[in-house]
């Protein structure tokens, strides 16, 4: 159990178009999602703090008009990320926390993005 | 400040030979402490997990990793390595909302 899923698992997209990666937890209502972002060789630094139903929360220094989040249902959280440029390219996790009593979160297996 | 740290950038051992990769953490109260792998390209994998309790964790795959609290570490272990363990090691820690993660190490196992 505690399965998450995000979608597409690598995409490539032009400069200056949106493009949205979704996370979903498969098999438990995640309460709290998280956006990580990693850059090659680099460790997970996380962007977005997202409650259903509720604004994200935004990191230092994430810009959030352009990475969009949206926590519409117990098991669906959204980035979207707005008139990419080719430095967004990275490689984008999200995990799923189960409750608010637990630390524990659940990692997705990535979305790699590509902006030419 | 909540800080989780990986001294060892890299690490090359033999298949065979044992390992250990170090963590230390800097938290105002013990937190919860994870070892993850990350192959390339893929999502993170979790190793194991402290909590609480015996200091001494199991985790999948033949490794361990043992909780020292006077010496703020959680040091993962390998008896034997083998060519499949080399990967991106990271270590995080959370007391709340929020995981923290060391910069990771990357193991390399030669034949």
């Known amino acids: 159990g505690a399965v998450v899923s995000q979608h597409p698992s690598w995409v490539i997209c032009k400069s200056g178009t949106s493009v949205k990666i979704e996370c979903r937890s498969l098999d438990f209502q995640a309460t709290t999602m998280f956006w990580y972002r990693q850059f090659p060789k680099q460790s997970l630094m996380l962007m977005a703090t997202s409650n259903e139903g509720s604004k994200a929360t935004y990191e230092q220094g994430v810009e959030k008009d352009k990475f969009l989040i949206n926590h519409a249902s117990l098991t669906l959280s959204t980035l979207t990320v707005t008139s990419a440029h080719p430095e967004d390219s990275s490689f984008y996790i999200c995990?799923?926390?189960?409750?608010?009593?637990?630390?524990?979160?659940?990692f997705g297996p990535g979305t790699r993005l590509t902006v030419t | 400040a909540q800080s989780v740290t990986q001294p060892d950038i890299h690490i090359t051992v033999s298949e065979g030979a044992s390992l250990e990769l170090r963590c230390n953490y800097s938290?105002?109260?013990?937190?919860?402490l994870f070892w993850y792998v990350q192959s390339p390209g893929q999502g993170l994998q979790l190793l194991l997990k402290?909590?609480?309790?015996?200091?001494l964790v199991q985790g999948i795959k033949g490794f361990e990793a043992e909780f020292k609290r006077s010496q703020s570490s959680f040091n993962l272990r390998k008896p034997s390595v083998h060519w499949s363990d080399a990967a991106e090691y990271f270590c995080?820690?959370?007391?709340?909302?929020?995981?923290?993660f060391g910069t990771g190490t990357s193991l390399t196992v030669i034949p």
């Open positions: 938290y105002g109260a013990t937190p919860y």
């Open positions: 995080a820690g959370n007391t709340g909302n929020q995981f923290y």
């Open positions: 995990s799923a926390r189960r409750g608010p009593a637990t630390y524990e979160q659940y």
């Open positions: 402290y909590f609480s309790g015996d200091t």
